[in-house]
């Protein structure tokens, strides 16, 4: 007589083991044995399948022999028998204890056969006919017959297509897997299965703490089962030909493809996991319920307090936990810990309140909060199927992680499980945890010698030392030591944990060996510093600390502790405090012989820091000219800002067709991009003592040739001036960078891997404050709402914009003033003063485009300097986020300025004026008063001038001048007047060397004059003799500048 | 040892069998899960039943209606230009055929 048992081994493999009546018999146990005295050799446990029938002797045939662990019961050093042998029943008094146990092995495969083989439901036995022996009876334990049972409902789940494909990692390999999905009965019948699971089933010789429930085991078993049934059925050679249930992947099958087929291979392995597809699957599966009042949380737990283990009583860091936490979806602040939701309480007592108080679950049921909990954490582990253990505990409340897992979860699976709905909290310091770098710290060689403050000689050579560093904190020998013996990704340091890559500590401990030390200049460590190479990859370089000027450029002393420099007597402009910063900044920067980003907003007075600061540098003595290089549009406006602020400076103007060489003897010299480009060779005999690139937006393209150009010339420091350093990428700020401080910022290449990627597309906010803090030393950047600027500020900045003509503006415009000069030798009184008045009005035609005085339709785009300096200032005023009123006392070119600055901006422009109806009229005003309304709205003086409050806009532009302030302010009133929250800039367009600017600067000189004379708009012009109306309309030699 | 005769018929799986918290699998009842030392006295004895099951495969509807693909619906993942679901409906008819 003989018992035949089965166990399902933790390995994944079906072990059969055979019990012989007679041995309890004969057989005495050996006291310093282990190996069980009553069980058959494998060999014989074969022999006795083969007995019972020829189909089970070809499978034993497969199996291995194998020696096996159990705790059985036992009895006086004995182990005792089952009472499926008729040897009597074992008194009281046994204890478990381990025994090896002689067993055939079998894979998942040969175990599904076997266990079909061996399903008996009428009789728990079976007679075998031993050759030479004769029948024997075999009875089969309990331990088989449950997992005969297992195996049926494997069976029949394949057979109701109760099963779904899954992606597993299976030691670090990737399978294509069927995995059961039982239905409801299914579900009872399984749960009825595992709660009758007999003992002698889990007594697997484990560790500690490894022996399954019942549950946990049928689940191992049935994930084996149901997918070898499932091969089976899909291997299967009798279906039907032309029904090949899986696609046959081609040569060139993608991944996905790939893990299809290998649902009916024998084994199922992938050579690649395909890229998303277990959260796609899970996605599937999920289904994404549409009553889901229960939501899941799991909370990571860091080990605390010493280990266990440790002597010393060092910081446990293996024990790492993940807990499992539910909270009603419509008031998530009662977060419930899943162990509680048995043990009741009073936590578990509010949630079910909570639910039954919740929107009905439908056919008046109150949901069961257990029953919940399970279906968030069965749903969890579609997503993450590691979580799958916690299903196979009666109670799961969570799951204890070493660190490996734990950096598992929080790096891949949290983002995962978050993205699908669950709850994820982790520990506070993993969103900002610290970084393991490199820390370079550099000193001026020579002890007792202290490095003279404010220069930087970029030559000179500075000792260096690297460290590896936790932030700015370096790291101990012991600690280095520590790391270097680490092989796990988390690692506790000074109480923090790191994340560290094995590879990269040993390849930078042998940087640190060979390289670790040694001397550098200063240019090198101010690239080291900013341009964000490292000399290990991976381990990014997190601090750089020195002594003298580059120490305190680097921590962002430079600007904050520069001293204010003394103007020169002849500067006439007065400062504002802000602007007396910006050119301390300047003036720091460039006794460190480094370039500068002046950026602030349109309005704050770029230019006017500019000039003081060459100002101040030739007040010092400084040799050399100046090149400043600016749009067209602007010449002239430089020029006359330098002589008005700094008459001092000797300006040369290096521009127009008929322009001479530069002069090199000039203080300054203004030139053009347009012709930097042009006259390169000329330029770039002159080493400039500094470049000033105004409007530097123009050079954000490196691959232009204007860019490249000026990037050519020779020169000390270099400033870039842009009221719009990011227009819409971030390499356009390397760009500008570069320019003011080539190669110290590396390649637009690397910039855009290490910012703009990051910022740009991922949203990356450390990426964004690491790209703040290295190029903050470097860029100065004001905005009219700063409170420390707006302080001193007036409510009301007005301007006055010249502008350049092109050359064929500057044709018509002659061609107006002689035709005028001409008539008015034959005319007089009334006559006369017609002519004058037209001749004006054409005049002020051609300064705002020829195409307005010729009114041909041609195009506007290229041939008014006026037009073309517009457009920059509305494109730095929207980059800025403001809105803007455009006035023209000319309808009719306000209509053709409509469309044709809504192409060029990329945005909306409206446009009212004395033809607009009034409720289209009243409409307009509504709409740009609208928060998302349009940007830029174009009225006409006359139309748009009174009654509308259009507050929305902060910026006001006279593209023409009615030279009588009175109507100007009027329309400029329509933005600065009560419930105007913010600053008002208001700016009056004149073209440079014509009768726009002679008229303007009267105004402006003579205002108390201007008032009494000019207060009639242009009648006042009429009576002048000719003369002195040739003086004031003749078109001066500085004119063209567009 | 515990486990029914095999001419006692299974009680049928349901709420009425009082299976314990549904689950994955259905829900472990305690039985299942007590610590080995603790099970000596039933240590080789189960509760559960061996019903003869030949042929319960096609229990229910047949073909592929009630399968697990047939709950899902479409995946919206596409394989060749096929929607999943698709390409795994002739892998659930052979189960579902045998």
New interface residues.
């Given amino acids: 007589m003989y018992a035949l048992h089965a166990l399902w081994r933790s390995d994944g493999r079906l072990a059969l083991w055979v019990e012989d009546a007679g041995a309890f018999r004969t057989v005495r146990a050996d006291p310093g044995s282990h190996a069980h005295p009553y069980a058959c050799p494998a060999g014989e446990v074969a022999r006795l399948l083969a007995g019972i029938g020829a189909g089970l002797g070809w499978l034993a045939e497969q199996g291995a022999e194998r020696w096996t662990g159990l705790r059985l019961p036992t009895l006086g050093g004995r182990p005792a028998p089952s009472p499926d042998l008729p040897v009597g029943a074992t008194p009281g008094g046994v204890a478990l204890a381990a025994w090896r146990v002689p067993t055939l092995v079998f894979g998942p495969a040969e175990a599904a056969q076997l266990l079909g083989a061996l399903y008996e439901p009428r009789w728990a036995g079976a007679t075998a006919d031993l050759p030479g022996t004769g029948p024997v009876e075999v009875a089969y334990g309990a331990s088989l017959r449950w997992l005969t049972a297992a195996h049926d409902l494997a069976w029949r789940l394949r057979g109701r297509g109760l099963l779904r494909p899954v992606l597993r990692i299976e030691d670090g390999t990737p399978y294509a897997r069927w995995q059961a999905a039982p239905d409801g009965a299914a579900r009872a019948e399984a749960a009825a299965l595992a709660a009758g699971c007999p003992p002698v089933c889990r007594a697997e010789d484990l560790p500690a703490g490894a022996t399954p429930g019942g549950h946990g085991l049928l689940t191992s078993v049935l994930d084996a089962l149901v997918d070898q049934e499932a091969r089976a059925a899909l291997a299967d050679p009798g279906a039907a030909p032309g029904r090949a249930p899986l696609p046959d992947p081609g040569p060139g099958a993608g991944p996905t493809e790939r893990w299809l087929a290998a649902l009916g291979t024998p084994d199922g392995r992938l050579v690649a996991a395909p890229p998303g597809l277990g959260e796609r699957l899970a996605a599937w599966y999920d289904g994404r319920p549409e009553h889901r009042p229960l939501r899941l949380c799991l909370r990571l737990s860091e080990p605390l307090g010493p280990a266990d283990d440790d002597p010393d009583g060092r910081p446990a860091v293996d024990d790492w936990r993940l807990d499992f936490l539910v909270q009603p979806v419509d008031r998530p602040s009662l977060l419930v810990a899943g162990a509680d939701l048995w043990t009741g309480g009073p936590a578990a007592a509010a949630l079910t309140r909570a639910l039954a108080a919740g929107p009905d679950p439908g056919e008046g049921a109150v949901a069961d909060p257990v029953e919940l909990y399970r279906a968030e954490l069965e749903r969890a582990a579609l997503y993450r199927p590691e979580l799958r253990p916690a299903l196979r505990s009666a109670r799961p409340a969570g799951l204890p992680l070493e660190r490996a897992a734990a950096l598992d979860f929080l790096r891949d699976a949290a983002p995962a499980l978050a993205a699908a709905g669950f709850g994820v909290l982790l520990p506070a310091w993993w969103q900002r945890r610290p970084r393991l770098g490199l820390l370079l710290t550099a000193r001026t060689p020579t002890p007792g010698v202290v490095q003279h403050r404010g220069t930087i000689d970029r030559d000179q050579v500075l000792d260096f030392r690297w460290q590896l560093a936790v932030g700015e904190l370096p790291l101990t020998e012991q600690e280095l030591a520590e790391l270097a013996a680490a092989q796990q990704g988390l690692v506790r340091l000074r109480g923090r944990w790191v994340e560290v890559d094995a590879g990269q500590i040993a390849a930078a401990l042998d940087f640190l060996t060979h390289r670790g030390e040694g001397v550098l200049d200063g240019a090198d460590l101010l690239r080291l510093a900013l341009d964000g190479r490292t000399p290990v990859p991976g381990l990014p370089v997190t601090a750089v600390h020195a002594d003298g000027p580059i120490g305190d450029l680097l921590a962002g002393r430079a600007a904050t502790d520069a001293p204010a420099p003394v103007l020169p007597a002849d500067f006439t402009a007065v400062l504002r405090p802000y602007q007396e910063r910006g050119l301390a900044w300047l003036d720091a920067l460039g006794r460190l012989g480094l370039g500068a980003v002046l950026a602030d907003d349109m309005g704050l007075g770029k230019t006017v820091q500019t000039l003081a600061l060459l100002s101040v540098e030739q007040a010092r003595g400084a040799t050399g000219p100046t090149l400043l290089v600016c749009p067209t549009s602007v010449v002239g406006n430089w020029r006359r800002e330098a002589a008005r602020f700094a008459p001092g400076l000797r300006v040369h103007v290096h521009h127009g067709a008929d322009r001479e060489p530069p002069d090199t003897t000039a203080d300054l010299v203004v030139t053009t991009y347009g012709l930097v480009q042009r006259d390169l060779a000329e330029l770039r005999r002159t080493h400039w003592r500094r470049i000033v690139a105004d409007e530097a937006q123009h050079i954000k393209n490196i691959g232009a040739g204007q860019s490249r150009a000026i990037r050519d010339l020779r020169s000390g420091p270099r400033i870039a001036l842009t009221g719009t350093p990011v227009e819409n990428r971030l390499a356009e700020l390397h760009a500008v960078l570069d320019f003011a401080n080539p190669g110290l910022f590396g390649s637009a290449e690397s910039f855009k891997e290490r910012f703009a990627i990051p910022v740009e597309q991922s949203g990356n906010l450390d990426a964004a404050a690491e790209l703040q803090r290295l190029t903050g030393p470097f860029v100065l950047r004001r905005h009219k709402g700063d409170p420390a600027v707006a302080a001193g500020l007036p409510a009301k900045q007005e301007f006055t914009v010249r502008c350049g003509l092109t050359a064929e503006q500057a044709g018509l415009y002659r061609a107006v003033v002689s035709d005028l000069l001409a008539r008015l030798r034959g005319i007089r009184g009334v006559e006369r003063k017609g002519a004058v008045l037209a001749a004006i009005g054409r005049l002020k035609q051609v300064c705002n485009h020829p195409a307005q005085l010729l009114r041909d339709g041609s195009a506007l785009a290229g041939r008014s300097g006026k037009l073309e300096r517009l457009e920059e200032l509305l494109a730095e005023m929207l980059a800025e986020g403001d809105r803007a009123l455009v006035f023209t006392q000319y309808a009719e070119f306000g209509t053709r300025l409509r469309p044709y600055l809504s192409g060029r901006l990329g945005r909306e422009v409206l446009h009212l004026h004395g033809g607009t109806p009034r409720r289209a009229r009243d409409e307009l005003v509504t709409r740009f008063q609208a928060p998302d309304g349009p940007p830029v709205f174009l009225l006409s003086l006359r139309a748009g001038g009174t009654g509308l409050n259009l507050t929305a806009a902060n910026q006001v532009i006279h593209l023409d001048r009615w030279w009588n302030p009175a109507v100007e302010d009027q329309a400029t009133d329509r933005a600065f007047r009560i419930g105007q929250r913010r600053d008002v800039q208001v700016r009056r367009l004149v073209c440079t060397g014509t009768v726009e600017e002679r008229i303007a600067e009267l105004i402006e000189n003579k205002r108390a004059l201007a008032r009494t004379v000019v207060g009639e708009g242009e009648q006042w012009l009429t009576e002048l003799p000719t003369e002195q109306l040739r003086e004031l309309l003749a078109l001066s030699a500085d004119a063209i500048g567009a | 040892?515990t486990?029914r005769p095999?001419d006692v018929p299974a009680p049928a799986?349901?709420?009425a069998?009082d299976?314990?918290?549904?689950?994955?699998?259905?829900?472990?009842?305690?039985?299942?899960?007590?610590?080995?030392?603790d099970?000596?006295a039933?240590?080789?004895?189960?509760?559960?039943?061996?019903?003869?099951?030949a042929g319960?495969?096609?229990?229910?509807s047949s073909g592929?209606s009630?399968?697990?693909?047939?709950d899902?619906g479409p995946?919206?993942?596409t394989?060749?230009g096929r929607d999943?679901a698709d390409?795994?409906a002739?892998?659930?008819?052979?189960?579902?055929d045998?």
């Fill in positions: 040892m486990e095999p799986p349901g709420p069998a299976p314990g918290v549904p689950g994955d699998l259905g829900a472990p009842g305690d039985r299942g899960e007590r610590p080995l030392a099970c000596l039933d240590f080789w004895q189960g509760d559960f039943t061996l019903g003869d099951t319960s495969a096609a229990v229910g592929s009630g399968t697990a693909l047939r899902l995946s919206g993942i394989v060749g999943l390409l795994l002739p892998a659930y008819r052979r189960f579902t045998d």
